[in-house]
């Protein structure tokens, strides 16, 4: 008996996040801060992104895998483009960035959603056809340094945008594609104790010997990208900087266990259809809701990782890891910065937050997911759910 193509529990968890998102935007917009209804045009990238999942449960996932040079090449073109098209096609930042390309009748968009996409899928190739030498050292080297080589020419055009976020998003899923592949387990803790490490180590001096951060890491930086750390560690002082945050931790916290109900909420936080969309639903309706959210996206990561161990192939696995990976990383940064826990870098809560690159984003992400399970082979002595 054929199976459906369409994971219908997925679509359920999508579903849910859709009436999350759609209502809690719509609180947002009832701030008075904006004219538009950023609710509709939310509920209208929905309808998009669950065509978008359901038509790529219904691709062959080896036409994926053979197109994923193709897939790379073009996320490198569009990060170029951003260089080197008309300065009426790209959509600039306070700060300076060039990081959306405003294109007509589409609107606004961000080439580098698409390209962290393209990067799981050759990730996952890379990884899918390595082989191990008769050395292991080695060969985890020699894998390492191919995945490094593929990072590199995109992490040099984030920079120039600059997008550090971006960069991080990308670090999260190489560590995530990595921790499944065969490399040695000793390659994987390097990679987590070294930033640690560092971002401890700069905490650390933040508050003792800020007369070398100045001179050796702030010079280096943007003016903006200063304020940033300084609002993150010392909120109190840098009031100004920490403006966004102050609020949001306030928000939160004003909210209890059972938020200040959607009829009072009146309270005013930049972005907060976007960035800081966590800090309206803990606001609005408090720490309970804001459990049942992050519950549901565990449930989620659970299903993801789930495709992922049933598949039977490498490929499919770096997939599932990378998709995973990416959603964990931007769930913990945007809820982090909410509440005070993280700087501010500019991550959409995914799934919840305003916006349809993201949700683009998304899309193509949990389709990729859907298309490895539709397309999990079926062997003879597997076990059968029909007797």
């Not at 449960?57 to 193709?70: E, T």
């Not at 020419?153 to 550090?164: H, K, R, S, T, W």
């Not at 809820?335 to 500019?346: D, E, F, K, Q, S």
């Amino acid at each position: 008996m054929l199976k459906s193509k369409i994971d219908y529990n997925m679509l359920f968890l999508l579903f849910l996040f859709m009436v999350i998102s759609c209502f809690y935007i719509y609180e947002a917009q009832e701030l008075q801060q904006y004219s538009t209804n950023f609710m509709l045009r939310q509920l209208i990238f929905f309808v998009a992104l669950f065509m978008l999942v359901i038509a790529m449960s219904y691709i062959d996932i080896d036409y994926i895998k053979q197109s994923h040079w193709f897939l790379y090449g073009f996320g490198i073109i569009i990060l170029i483009g951003l260089l080197v098209v008309p300065d009426s096609l790209v959509r600039g930042e306070d700060n300076g960035a060039v990081r959306w390309y405003n294109l007509p009748v589409i609107g606004s968009f961000q080439p580098a959603e698409l390209t962290k996409i393209f990067l799981i899928v050759t990730f996952a190739n890379i990884i899918g056809k390595h082989k191990e030498g008769s050395s292991k050292w080695k060969s985890d080297v020699w894998l390492i340094i191919k995945v490094a080589a593929l990072c590199a020419p995109v992490a040099l055009l984030l920079i120039e945008q600059p997008d550090m976020g971006t960069i991080m998003q990308i670090a999260a899923i190489v560590l995530s594609v990595l921790l499944v592949s065969k490399v040695s387990l000793k390659w994987i803790l390097s990679m987590i104790l070294i930033p640690v490490t560092a971002i401890l180590s700069f905490v650390m001096v933040y508050f003792t010997r800020m007369d070398l951060l100045e001179k050796y890491f702030f010079v280096h930086l943007e003016d903006y990208q200063v304020k940033r750390f300084h609002g993150w560690l010392n909120p109190t002082e840098y009031v100004d900087e920490a403006f966004q945050v102050n609020l949001a931790m306030r928000a939160v916290g004003s909210g209890r266990l059972n938020g200040i109900g959607a009829e009072n909420n009146n309270y005013y936080i930049p972005e907060a259809h976007t960035d800081f969309i966590f800090a309206i639903i803990a606001h609005t309706h408090g720490f309970i809701v804001a459990c049942i959210l992050i519950s549901i996206y565990f449930i989620l990561l659970y299903h993801i990782v789930m495709i992922g161990f049933q598949s039977t192939n490498q490929f499919d696995l770096c997939i599932c890891a990378g998709v995973a990976g990416l959603f964990a990383f931007q769930i913990f940064q945007n809820i982090g910065m909410n509440i005070g826990l993280l700087p501010v870098t500019g991550f959409s809560l995914p799934l919840v937050s305003y916006g349809g690159s993201s949700l683009l984003t998304a899309g193509l992400s949990l389709g990729l997911v859907l298309c490895v399970k539709a397309n999990r082979r079926e062997y003879m002595f597997e076990k059968s759910e029909e007797m």
